[in-house]
């Protein structure tokens, strides 16, 4: 999934709670008219998020709104009793909810909110009247003939049209002269697309093993603590990014093991140990890993492909297998 942040504070809570480090936002709008408490759309939306999740920033007021950068959810939307430092006028609420941030990535060349409104005028009202018989819940609305910014809309859903629009090369190309800059924004657009591919193999690969880690006799079914991982790595094989069988489920602990060649997997799906001094007296190989030597990983509907189990043995140097 992926978020658009709107932020117009330059505070924004704080600390912890400050811009890039978490989303957050009051767990209710409270109106002293009717002493009551109201819940908002667009802050609730932060209980959707789950980790993993891609957020765009839309940071700034009036003219100097722009698109600064992403960031990627650490954890879930959840609700919380913590404070945020600085919580000016929402300092009212007895909770909030949050969901912490990392890898911020700050675009080398800001999106400017008037030229995408001015460059996209017709493509975004095409695209809100498409969208008329639905729930929009989006950052922006066309009114009195033009586009603004819907007030409240913090944390709003963003689709990979909506996306594309706003990484588009054009709307580097027409407010700045460098062009080494506008190359920028395409290499954003491909890292976020490959980050929502990930994601999707990520979720593939886990369905694809019951949401079990498939190493021997480990029993980690939390989804929390499960990592759909590649075995042929991205960034050496692209001709298997996509493929489930070039995919392991297992636990955050396994995971980092088999990534760091403290075990491999043979032709038969056994775990085969490594042999080298540093990683044979490691208290986790030892504790974790040694007494699953030549056992079976636990079997998945798509069985993992052997020509990248091979790749993963010659890149952790198992170079006897």
Same mark, same amino acid.
């Given at each position: 999934?992926?978020?658009?942040?709107? =932020?117009?504070?330059?505070?924004?809570?704080?600390?912890?709670?400050?811009?890039?480090?978490?989303?957050?936002?009051?767990?209710?709008?409270?109106?002293?008219?009717?002493?009551?408490?109201?819940?908002?759309?667009?802050?609730?939306?932060?209980?959707?998020?789950? *980790?993993?999740?891609?957020?765009?920033?839309?940071?700034?007021?009036?003219?100097?709104?722009?698109?600064?950068?992403?960031?990627?959810?650490?954890?879930?939307?959840?609700?919380?009793?913590?404070?945020?430092?600085?919580?000016?006028?929402?300092?009212?609420?007895? =909770?909030?909810?949050?969901?912490?941030?990392?890898?911020?990535?700050?675009?080398?060349?800001?999106? *400017?909110?008037?030229?995408?409104?001015?460059?996209?005028?017709?493509?975004?009202?095409?695209?809100?009247?498409?969208?008329?018989?639905?729930?929009?819940?989006? %950052?922006?609305?066309?009114?009195?003939?033009?586009?603004?910014?819907?007030?409240g809309a913090y944390l709003s859903k963003c689709d990979e049209r909506l996306l594309s629009?706003?990484?588009?090369?054009?709307?580097?190309?027409?407010?700045? =002269?460098?062009?080494?800059?506008?190359?920028?924004?395409?290499?954003?657009?491909?890292?976020?697309? *490959?980050?929502?591919? *990930?994601?999707?193999?990520?979720?593939?690969?886990?369905?694809?093993?019951?949401?079990?880690?498939?190493?021997?006799?480990?029993?980690?079914?939390?989804?929390?603590?499960?990592?759909?991982?590649?075995?042929?790595?991205?960034?050496?094989?692209?001709?298997?990014?996509?493929?489930?069988?070039?995919?392991?489920?297992?636990?955050?602990?396994?995971?980092?093991? %088999?990534?760091?060649?403290?075990?491999?997997?043979?032709?038969?799906?056994?775990?085969?140990?490594?042999?080298?001094s540093e990683i044979q007296n490691s208290k986790i190989f030892v504790e974790h890993i040694?007494?699953?030597?030549?056992?079976?990983?636990?079997?998945?509907?798509?069985?993992?492909?052997?020509?990248?189990?091979?790749?993963?043995?010659?890149?952790?140097?198992?170079?006897?297998?």
């Amino acid at each position: 999934m992926i978020w658009i942040e709107m =932020s117009r504070d330059n505070i924004h809570g704080g600390g912890e709670w400050g811009f890039t480090k978490c989303l957050w936002a009051p767990a209710y709008k409270y109106c002293p008219k009717e002493s009551r408490k109201i819940p908002w759309l667009y802050w609730s939306n932060i209980l959707k998020v789950q *980790q993993g999740d891609i957020v765009l920033h839309l940071r700034g007021k009036n003219h100097s709104a722009s698109f600064v950068g992403y960031s990627i959810a650490a954890t879930d939307g959840h609700e919380t009793l913590e404070r945020p430092p600085q919580g000016g006028k929402w300092n009212y609420a007895t =909770s909030y909810f949050r969901v912490l941030l990392k890898d911020y990535y700050p675009f080398k060349t800001q999106i *400017q909110l008037d030229d995408f409104f001015s460059i996209h005028k017709n493509e975004l009202i095409k695209y809100l009247k498409e969208l008329a018989e639905t729930p929009i819940n989006r %950052f922006f609305v066309y009114q009195n003939n033009r586009l603004q910014c819907l007030n409240g809309a913090y944390l709003s859903k963003c689709d990979e049209r909506l996306l594309s629009l706003i990484l588009r090369e054009n709307n580097v190309l027409n407010t700045s =002269s460098d062009i080494k800059e506008a190359i920028s924004t395409s290499e954003v657009w491909r890292s976020v697309k *490959q980050r929502i591919g *990930q994601i999707q193999f990520s979720e593939s690969v886990k369905k694809n093993y019951g949401y079990k880690c498939c190493f021997p006799e480990c029993k980690i079914d939390d989804p929390k603590f499960l990592v759909g991982s590649h075995i042929a790595r991205w960034v050496d094989n692209s001709t298997k990014r996509g493929n489930i069988s070039n995919g392991l489920c297992l636990c955050v602990l396994h995971d980092k093991a %088999f990534e760091h060649g403290y075990f491999a997997l043979d032709d038969e799906y056994c775990v085969i140990l490594s042999c080298k001094s540093e990683i044979q007296n490691s208290k986790i190989f030892v504790e974790h890993i040694k007494p699953f030597d030549h056992k079976e990983i636990n079997c998945s509907q798509i069985r993992p492909d052997k020509n990248s189990l091979k790749e993963h043995r010659y890149r952790c140097k198992f170079f006897n297998n």
